[in-house]
């Protein structure tokens, strides 16, 4: 799944109508014209690759208000697993560690690369780390811990994933949308039966009543 990091801004959702007009304009037009490849329901900055590998993907599309612009991540329930199993094992590991430990090895440090011929640096290299083996780890490495961890909670208390939607009101273009679906693979089909969904929904957000079936996910 992706990670997002904007400058300081005013939230969308925050604008004076006319401009949340304007930029729905202008998206409706964009979808217009992108149609042939998105079939004029929604559009992206990115390449929509319908492998049976394709997890996630980012998209925008119309709300049915006219002010409204849904600027949306879509993801299948096997990526929500294997998100929340790293958010867990990850946690648990740092708790194991000192806040010296840990500032340590998030530590990156560079040395110039590359210089031009009057000595300005115009590139760095970051310095390979050494990986630290800890006592509290039994022996493993941090990396080590969290894959071993990873694997327990795999094996012993998967998390619960639902179906849903999720709303998110700080986003500078567009009100944010987190979207689970319990898909195989991210393709147009599933976005687009995803934005019929959350439609006929009210453009709320929505957890579905039961989880996705355990047996139907698997972390590959």
């Known amino acids: 799944m992706t990670h997002r990091f904007e400058k300081k ?6 604008l004076p109508r006319h401009k949340r ?3 729905f304009i202008k998206l409706k037009g964009d979808i217009k014209r992108e149609a042939a490849q998105y079939n004029g329901l929604f559009t992206s900055p990115l390449i929509l690759d319908e492998s049976r590998d394709s997890q996630w993907f980012d998209f925008y599309f119309l709300g049915l208000d006219k002010f409204t612009i849904w600027n949306a991540t879509i993801i299948t329930a096997r990526l929500a ?3 929340a199993v790293y958010d867990l094992a990850y946690t648990r590991t740092v708790e194991m560690m000192t806040a ?3 500032e340590a ?3 990156m440090e560079f ?3 590359d210089r031009s011929n009057t000595g300005k640096i115009l590139t760095y290299r970051m ?3 050494e990986n630290k083996r800890y006592n509290q780890f039994g022996g493993l490495t941090f990396s080590e811990q969290l894959e071993k961890l990873e694997a327990k909670i795999i094996d012993e208390s998967p998390p619960t994933i639902y179906e849903c939607f999720q709303t998110d009101l700080s986003y500078g273009y567009g009100i944010g949308l987190n979207i689970v679906l319990d898909v195989e693979t991210i393709n147009r089909t599933a976005i687009e039966q995803a934005i019929i969904k959350f439609r006929e929904l009210g453009e ?3 957890q579905a009543e039961n989880s996705v079936p355990r047996e139907r996910i698997t972390i590959k």
């Open 9 to 14: 801004h005013l939230p969308f959702i925050s």
């Open 105 to 107: 090895e998030c530590k």
């Open 100 to 102: 010296e430990e840990l």
């Open 127 to 129: 310095i390979e780390q």
């Open 111 to 113: 040395v110039p690369a």
């Open 204 to 206: 709320k957000n929505w």
């Open 21 to 23: 007009s304007d930029a």
């Open 81 to 83: 697993l294997q998100d």
